[in-house]
């Protein structure tokens, strides 16, 4: 069993890596995945951040390769069982920290093969970070969609080998994650459905960023649910109101997928009010948007 506040290499669930894949692992990561809580979201609220415990989880770090590169992740799964349904949690511009891995451990209690890769592990260390101007010029500004988009199917390839049935593969995303949910139900045929929290809709295309969820909403492949706050400063309700639009007119073409994605907004939450660790944090609609999120996936065949 893992405790929490410990590293504990898992190189050993996966067939055929070597100590010096073990090297890179450690390499990548610098520090522990799911320990501790990135500077960069400062102040902690340590009196609401919620701690799951990891009693009766399979729990903690290992890595798989894609394309030569070990890809760091934090997993927890129920103990002992196999043929269990995966769902990706994708995190926020902060890496994988605490909160990520807490939640990783929430949906493992629900029976699930939680999987939350850290995907900024090759422009570097988010936790390094105490600046988030900084952290965003240096990192998460320098990922690129498509490198995201195939980690993501190395973590589906991994639970494949690992106890998870890839007929039953949901997504989660919580800021960037909440956008990275999107795409990758819009160009991913591994999933049956997706829940993205306050992930933004729209934006600039770029080299590295060539298209945003309005961009292709009429491609969606698998229904989401995006879970909104009334009072984020940043992801203005109009652009919700577009991707409704858009996902609307997919519909009428006949995408079943668009016709089943659906919204939430919580008309007083402002942004990351699922993270509990933070001042954002609202409890009631946080845990109503767990609820639902759980239920979605229940509906649409991933549970």
């Not at 929490?4 to 055929?16: I, M, R």
């Not at 269990?84 to 629900?110: M, N, S, W």
């Amino acid at each position: 069993m893992l405790d929490t506040n410990q590293t504990q290499d898992f190189s050993s669930l996966l067939p055929g890596q070597s100590s010096q894949a073990g090297a890179s692992r450690r390499t990548a990561l610098k520090v522990a995945l799911g320990v501790g809580y990135a500077a960069t979201a400062m102040p902690i609220m340590a009196q609401t951040a919620i701690k799951t415990s990891a009693e009766g989880l399979r729990s903690g770090e290992a890595i798989y390769d894609v394309e030569g590169f070990s890809v760091p992740f934090y997993f927890a799964a129920p103990e002992g069982k196999t043929n269990l349904p995966v769902v990706l949690v994708i995190q926020e511009i902060f890496g994988v920290h605490e909160y990520i891995a807490d939640t990783c451990r929430r949906f493992a209690k629900a029976g699930y093969l939680a999987i939350a890769p850290e995907l900024f592990a090759r422009q570097g260390d988010p936790s390094s970070y105490a600046q988030m101007a900084k952290l965003m010029a240096e990192v998460v500004s320098k990922v690129p969609d498509e490198q995201v988009m195939k980690d993501l199917d190395g973590a589906v390839a991994w639970a494949g080998e690992n106890g998870g049935n890839l007929k039953k593969v949901g997504i989660t995303g919580f800021c960037w994650g909440g956008r990275i949910t999107w795409l990758y139900a819009q160009q991913s045929n591994n999933i049956k459905a997706g829940v993205a929290w306050y992930g933004r809709l729209v934006g600039t295309a770029s080299e590295l960023t060539p298209k945003h969820p309005l961009d292709q909403a009429g491609q969606i492949k698998a229904p989401v649910l995006g879970l909104y706050g009334g009072q984020d400063g940043g992801i203005p309700l109009t652009t919700v109101n577009q991707m409704k639009d858009a996902l609307a007119e997919a519909a009428a073409k006949g995408n079943k997928a668009a016709k089943a994605s659906t919204f939430v907004v919580y008309k007083d939450a402002p942004h990351a009010f699922h993270a509990d660790y933070r001042p954002s944090y609202r409890k009631e609609e946080a845990a109503d948007g767990f609820a639902r999120a759980l239920a979605w996936f229940k509906s649409h065949g991933v549970a």
